[in-house]
């Protein structure tokens, strides 16, 4: 091959390999502690938010 330059390409991991559910979990806040996440020149404080705990599910068919 002389002058030819021959280009590779990549495919996604093989399906066969992963998983067919996948699942995550995610808490913010866990101690339920009020903070200041702002304020503003007149003096009004913005807190950040509650105890929150969301979750997903991702299923492959």
Same mark, same amino acid.
């Given at each position: 091959?002389? @002058? +030819?330059?021959?280009?590779? *390409? /990549? +495919?996604?991991? !093989? ?6 559910? *996948?699942? /995550? $979990? ?5 101690? !339920? +502690? $009020? ?10 404080? /913005?807190? @950040?938010?509650?105890?929150?705990? +969301? ?7």
């Amino acid at each position: 091959m002389s @002058g +030819r330059k021959r280009i590779r *390409q /990549s +495919r996604p991991d !093989d399906t066969s390999r992963t998983p067919a559910c *996948q699942g /995550s $979990v995610a808490a913010e806040n866990i101690f !339920d +502690r $009020v903070y200041t996440t702002g304020r503003t020149t007149d003096g009004v404080i /913005s807190i @950040g938010e509650p105890f929150m705990v +969301r979750g997903g599910v991702r299923l492959r068919f």
